[in-house]
T-cell receptor, first 116, second 111 residues
């Protein structure tokens, strides 16, 4: 149980285009999902916290107009990187919190983004 | 001072030995403590979590928490080459709160 998927696993795009990444909880409902970014040889940095049906809470320094987060249902959150640039190239990882008294976050497999 | 600090390593141990990974945190309000393992190019996977002072054992893994000293550790007994990975310590301040990650310790278990 507690499986989280992400799609796509890899994406290569040209500078200036927008990229959408999906995060799905497959066998549970997630009231809260988190989006992280990890640059090479660095740790995970939280970008934003996403709650179903409400606006995401962004961490300091993360541009909310550039990284659009939509948590439309209890099993799906999306992250859209708008007008991507090479410096946005990174490993994007989502996690989901099952709720119902559980505190453990379950991570998706990650999406590697390369912006040319 | 970083909120969660870990020695980046690498920590090299021979197969069969005990690997000891340490983590300190700065916020005394931290409530829950997690250890994740991350293989190169993969996302983190949960090893175990601990809330209370003392030891918590799960198979070959033992987490130790000392809130007075603000440190948490992970012991891996009978280390295997497959344990070679980066181990991330994470803390939060309460239920459903965001996780704050350390930078991770790279563990190398050699045959």
């Amino acid at each position: 149980g507690a499986v989280v998927s992400q799609h796509p696993s890899w994406v290569i795009c040209k500078s200036g285009t927008s990229v959408k990444i999906e995060c799905r909880s497959l066998d549970f409902q997630a009231t809260t999902m988190f989006w992280y970014r990890q640059f090479p040889k660095q740790s995970l940095m939280l970008m934003a916290t996403s709650n179903e049906g409400s606006k995401a809470t962004y961490e300091q320094g993360v541009e909310k107009d550039k990284f659009l987060i939509n948590h439309a249902s209890l099993t799906l959150s999306t992250l859209t990187v708008t007008s991507a640039h090479p410096e946005d190239s990174s490993f994007y990882i989502c996690s989901a919190l099952p709720g119902q008294g559980q505190e453990t976050q379950y991570f998706g497999p990650g999406t590697r983004l390369l912006v040319l | 001072q970083k909120e969660v600090e870990q020695n980046s390593g690498p920590l090299s141990v021979p197969e069969g030995a005990i690997a000891s990974l340490n983590c300190t945190y700065s916020d005394r309000g931290s409530q829950s403590f997690f250890w994740y393992r991350q293989y190169s190019g993969k996302s983190p996977e949960l090893i175990m979590f601990i809330y209370s002072n003392g030891d918590k054992e799960d198979g070959r893994f033992t987490a130790q928490l000392n809130k007075a000293s603000q440190y948490v550790s992970l012991l891996i007994r009978d280390s295997q080459p497959s344990d070679s990975a980066t181990y991330l310590c994470a803390v939060n301040k309460g239920f459903a709160d965001k996780l704050i990650f350390g930078t991770g310790t790279r563990l190398q278990v050699f045959p």
